[in-house]
Structure formats: structure tokens, C-alpha cells
């Protein structure tokens, strides 16, 4: 075989076995021999890779094996398949709020509204029940007046844990119609004490219980919506003593 003829030989072998199986083509027998006959190459390869990689930049020699992305022995990422990025917060909703943060206020219009006034009601009840201790001249008037004192303070504690939660900012000053009241049984002292006092308790719990009834008839929130019907019973048993209180005085 002519040197020309081992030439052409070793290029089509290399072509067919590709840069990986040169290796293996180093090993049959008599390979070795045509490679030193042909170009000298020693046993290590390196001029069977040299003679490769001048093989593989010729534009008429075919290119390297296409990798079949079908095949499932190949490890990888299929050229179709798209970048998928990462999700670490799988399964929560964009607008959920993680741990620690505060969900927006969700109170309707009715429930925000029913807190508030609730919390002047109860403000004005123990205000005057104060005044009533210190002013009344009867003893049920007093005591009354301390009753109003008690049960409205643990109401008040109740609403601004309610309120917090709902995140709702209680008034701190009482309303400027509940302050001129506040004003002006302050200026009055004994019997005429006594009397503008139940009849301020008649308007306010009259009041308070329509406030309590429409919530706890028509209110959104439930926690809200059960506390107004919790504290209804106790509105109307003081609606009930004050104007008892007004009948007995009332007598001859």
C-alpha cells in the first residue's frame, strides 16, 4: 500500500470512529505500525489527535454527532426544554403576606364605625360613673355609679384588644358633645346631680343599645359581632336599674 493510499485510509478511519474513539483505534493492531509509516506518529497519539483536529476544521469532513435529546442516556437538559426559574416560596400566593408581616385591614366601613363609637360610649359611661361616686348625694346613685365604673373599664380593655387585632386606632379623647356633657354635670353637685345624671344614663344606654343591637344583628366581623352580643345584655340591665332608680324617685 503506497504512503498516499495509508494517508487517505487513516483519514477516513478517523472520520468514521470520531475524536472519541481515536484512542481505541490506537489499540487494533497494526495500527500503530501504519501511523509511524505514514507520518510518524509514536504510540502516545498525540499526532492522531493533532491529524484530528486538522480533519474536523475542513469544511468537506462531516461534523461531530448530534446528540439526540430524546435519548434518556443522555444526562442533561434537553435544547427544548425552557428555563424554568426557580420558585423557593411553592404554593403561597404572591399577595400572601409571609411570617411576620401585617395583613391589611379588611374591617368594613359598618364594623371600623361601630369601634369607634363604641369606644366614646364606653369612655363617657365610665367618666360619669367617676363623677357619680364623687358627686352623687344618694347611695344607690353612688353605687351606681361605681357599677358603671367597673363593667365599662373590662368593656374598654375588651374593645382595645378587639381593635388592635383589626387594626384599628381607638380615639383617646372623648367627642366634643360627651366632653360639654362631662363639663357640665361637673359643675353640679347633689340632688340636682342625682337627677341630670340618670337621665344623662337613660339617653347614653338607649343609645348604646341600638349601637350593640345593629351590630350584633347586622355586623361583618365576627369577632366584633359576638362581642356586641356578649355586652348587649349587660346595656339593657343598666338601661333597666337607672330608670328603676328614676321611678323610686319619682314616687310621693
Known amino acids: 500500500m503506497t504512503s498516499l493510499n495509508r494517508k487517505s485510509l487513516f483519514k477516513k478511519l478517523v472520520t468514521v470512529a470520531g475524536i472519541a474513539g481515536i484512542s481505541s483505534l490506537i489499540a487494533v493492531p497494526g495500527f500503530a505500525e501504519l501511523n509511524r509509516q505514514t507520518h510518524g506518529f509514536n504510540q502516545s497519539g498525540d499526532r492522531v489527535f493533532d491529524l484530528a483536529d486538522n480533519d474536523l476544521n475542513d469544511p468537506n469532513s462531516p461534523g461531530p454527532p448530534v446528540t439526540d435529546p430524546n435519548n ?9 426544554t425552557p428555563n424554568t426559574p426557580t420558585n423557593n ?7 400572601t403576606p409571609t411570617s411576620g408581616e401585617t395583613a391589611p385591614n379588611s374591617l368594613s366601613s359598618r364594623d371600623k364605625n361601630f369601634v369607634l363609637q363604641a369606644a366614646q360610649t364606653g369612655m363617657l359611661e365610665v367618666q360619669l360613673g367617676k363623677l357619680a361616686v364623687e358627686r352623687g348625694s344618694s347611695a344607690r346613685v353612688k353605687e351606681y355609679g ?3 365604673v367597673n363593667e365599662h373599664t373590662q368593656a374598654n380593655q375588651e374593645l382595645m384588644q378587639l381593635a388592635m ?15 360639654a ?19 344623662a344614663m337613660i ?12 351590630q350584633s344583628q347586622q355586623g361583618q ?5 359576638g362581642w356586641a352580643t356578649k355586652l348587649l345584655p349587660n346595656l339593657q340591665a343598666h338601661l333597666q336599674m337607672v330608670n328603676q332608680m328614676l321611678a323610686d324617685t319619682n314616687q310621693p
Open 165 to 179: 387585632q383589626k387594626g384599628v386606632e381607638l380615639p383617646t379623647e372623648m367627642s366634643s358633645q360627651n366632653k
Open 72 to 80: 434518556n442516556n443522555n444526562p442533561g437538559r434537553s435544547p427544548n
Open 203 to 214: 339617653e347614653s344606654h338607649n343609645q348604646a343599645i341600638a349601637l350593640f343591637q345593629a
Open 146 to 148: 361605681q357599677e358603671m
Open 89 to 95: 416560596n411553592s404554593g403561597r400566593s404572591p399577595n
Open 181 to 199: 356633657l362631662t363639663d357640665r354635670l361637673s359643675g353640679l353637685s347633689g340632688t340636682s346631680f342625682d337627677k341630670a345624671y340618670k337621665q
Open 221 to 225: 366581623d365576627p369577632e366584633l359581632k
